[in-house]
Every structure is written in structure tokens, then in C-alpha cells.
């Protein structure tokens, strides 16, 4: 039987990228690699959740579902923004979906009741249960991490800070000020594609001028170089490219905008899920959240500066962002199941790569140095 982790099986995969090919087909169908990726890669890298700004008020709170973990993003009647475990320590139950507010974390099953710093302050019944002390109850804590306003998880204890996983990423970007940025919009799609076509997709322009021919059209990037656990690439622009061509931009720059984000537009993966767009006037991101190797589950979030935000005209122009993103995205998305549906063939195999393409092979290699080994 093939071992699918043979590091001689990815030779071609290591090769400089003008000489490279990418991952076989096996790395977005099959379950054993799947199950690979879950154990080195998703559960131990620093997944986006979303905004504090979601969450502003004590009780309101976030559940962030990945791989079979669950966590809940809440804010604390401290004002902090801490993670807990979503299973309740008396037999398990799953404690909150979605997103809300609640006055309390109270079980559905048993109605034990905690605090938003987890700790356990109510369990009826359990007055004659020897030895037990609602002090040893508590919700286990999850890595939280914030920056700039975006919130991360990381479900492992092992694994580097955010500060570490981020490198110098926020000094690159930090003339945006995404803190000073507010969420005006999510959503949600379901895709049948496993997650990593969909980041690979995302990070090259090679496809825009056939699959946004309708909408974006072609884009010409440069690959900017980093430090940390990210890549991002760039396009010149006087102007954003966050509206379709033809509209005019509604709205002004961001103030104090510095070096590269002055310059243009960036394109910008944080490893492994989540990406970001970042134009002159605003920015959307992008989080992956795989369901197997077929599936996966894709946010997007729009985010402007919140002066932009309190314009009068804000509701009166910001449709034409809108219309940018829910043109573009499902092109993506359809392309991208079109490709899962490919490599699903029999007669499915790596292909060579263009200059076009250098994230897709850098990101082939990230996989490969915490799935593999690196050579």
C-alpha cells in the first residue's frame, strides 16, 4: 500500500518553484492526511474568531468551532476578553452555539451555571457529593489571543504566542490602526472543497483574469517578503480595488496610511485559515474553517475605519462594497468546488507551477514541514 507520508512523494513539491510541482491530489481527498493536518497543523496554529467589536458588552459572547474543538469567546464583567472551553465539567454537555449574550454560562442539561471567567458558581443538586469543590470545577481556559482588534484562539499549549505566529506582520500593517476599525458585516458559506485550495486560491493571480472577467478582472501582484507564520502579496494602485470597476470610491483613505499600505493593495494569508484584504479605504478577511477533506466552512467579515463608519452617507455608498465582494467571492467559491470536484479523479496529479503562483508554493511547503518533516 502507498504510504502517503513518505517525504520521497513530496521531491517535487520542494523543488524551487519554476522547477516545482504542486501537492498531490491525496492532500485534499484523503482522510488520513486530513487527520494529519487536525493533529500538526489546525489545532496547534492560531486561529482567527473574529472582532472584539462583536462582542462589546459583558456577557456578549462568541463560540469558535474547529475540528471538533469548541470554544467561547466572552467578555468578562472585568471587560476581558477570555476563551473557555465549551463543554460543561459535570458530563460534557455543550454549554452555548453561535453568538449572543447571556447573563451567566449556564448548562441546557444539569443548569450548572458559571461566571465568564469559567469558574463554577452554581451546581444544584451536588451539596452531598463528598469532597467536591466548586473551586476544582471551572471551565478549562483556551489561548486567547488579541491584536489590533482581531481576536485568535489556539487550542494547544505548546504552541508559540501570537505575538511569535504573527512575526512582523503588525509592523507592516500597523499604519492601518485596525483597532480603529469596526465589523459592519458577516457571512457565512458552505463549501465542498477542502480548505487549503480555498487559501491557495485566495493567494495568487493567476486566475483573475478568467474566473473575475466579469467582475474584478486581472490583477498583477508582487510577493512581499515576511517574517513569521504569514505571506502576503501586493499590487500597485492609486485607488482601492475594494469596488468593482467603474464605481466610483465613495469613500476617503485611511488616515496615516505609511510605506506599502500607502501604496497600494495586499493580499495577505495568516497560516494556516485566515486571510485579509487590504485596500486603501477598508478591508475584508477571510476565515477557513475545514470540515474534512471535502468540506469547508468560509467567513467573511468587512471592516472600515469607524470615522468612515459615522459618515452620513455611510449606508447610502457602502452597498457598493457590497456588491464588490458578493460578485467576487462566490466566483471563488464556485471555482473552487469546481476544483475539489477534479482532483477527486482517478486521473488527478500535481501539476507545474507559474510565477504567478509563489504563495500557493510556499504554502505547500508550510503544510509539508509540519505534516512530513522538513527535508
Not at 471567567?117 to 481556559?141: I, N
Not at 480555498?198 to 517578503?225: C, F, K, W
Not at 485607488?239 to 466610483?248: C, I, K, N, S
Request: hydrophobic fraction near 35%; aromatic fraction near 12%; charge should be negative.
Amino acid at each position: 500500500m502507498t504510504d502517503i507520508f513518505d517525504p520521497i512523494r513530496y521531491e517535487g513539491v520542494r523543488r524551487p518553484l519554476l522547477d516545482a510541482v504542486s501537492l498531490p491530489p491525496w492532500c485534499y481527498t484523503s482522510d488520513a492526511f486530513y487527520r494529519r493536518e487536525v493533529d500538526a497543523i489546525l489545532t496547534r496554529s492560531w486561529n482567527l474568531v473574529g472582532r472584539v467589536d462583536e462582542i462589546p458588552n459583558p456577557g456578549d459572547y462568541r463560540v469558535f468551532d474547529l475540528c471538533g474543538r469548541s470554544a467561547i469567546v466572552v467578555r468578562g464583567a472585568d471587560g476581558e476578553v477570555r476563551a473557555l472551553a465549551n463543554t460543561c465539567r459535570h458530563r460534557g454537555t455543550r454549554l452555548l452555539d453561535d453568538s449572543g449574550h447571556c447573563r451567566a454560562i449556564i448548562c441546557p442539561y444539569h443548569a450548572w451555571t458559571y461566571r465568564f471567567d469559567g469558574s463554577l458558581s452554581g451546581c444544584r443538586g451536588m451539596e452531598k457529593t463528598r469532597g467536591f469543590e466548586k473551586a476544582d470545577h471551572g471551565l478549562a481556559p483556551i489561548r486567547l489571543g488579541i491584536w489590533a482588534g482581531f481576536i485568535f484562539v489556539c487550542f494547544s499549549d505548546e504552541s508559540p504566542d501570537l505575538g511569535t505566529w504573527l512575526g512582523d506582520l503588525p509592523e507592516q500593517f500597523g499604519s492601518y490602526r485596525f483597532e480603529t476599525f469596526e465589523l459592519v458585516r458577516r457571512r457565512h458559506y458552505d463549501l465542498d472543497c477542502n480548505w487549503k485550495l480555498y487559501i491557495e486560491n485566495a493567494m495568487e493571480d493567476y486566475h483573475t483574469p478568467t474566473v473575475h472577467r466579469s467582475s474584478i478582472g486581472l490583477q498583477e501582484t508582487d510577493l512581499i517578503e515576511t517574517v513569521g507564520e504569514w505571506d502576503s502579496i501586493h499590487m500597485e494602485s492609486e485607488d482601492t480595488m475594494a469596488v468593482l470597476p467603474g464605481d466610483t470610491t465613495p469613500f476617503p483613505h485611511v488616515e496615516g496610511l505609511e510605506g506599502r499600505p500607502a501604496s497600494g493593495d495586499s493580499f495577505t494569508v495568516l497560516y494556516p485559515t485566515t486571510f485579509f484584504g487590504t485596500t486603501k479605504d477598508c478591508m475584508w478577511w477571510l476565515q477557513t474553517i475545514p470540515d474534512g477533506p471535502r468540506r469547508c466552512r468560509v467567513i467573511q467579515g468587512s471592516c472600515f475605519p469607524a470615522s468612515t463608519v459615522a459618515r452620513s452617507d455611510f449606508g447610502e455608498h457602502v452597498g457598493k462594497y457590497y456588491r464588490r465582494w458578493d460578485k467576487s467571492i462566490p466566483e471563488d467559491n464556485a471555482i473552487s468546488e469546481r476544483q475539489q470536484a477534479g482532483l477527486e479523479s482517478p486521473a488527478a496529479a500535481s501539476g507545474r507551477l507559474s510565477v504567478h503562483e509563489p504563495v500557493v508554493h510556499s504554502f505547500a511547503n508550510w503544510v509539508l514541514d509540519r505534516t512530513i518533516g522538513r527535508s
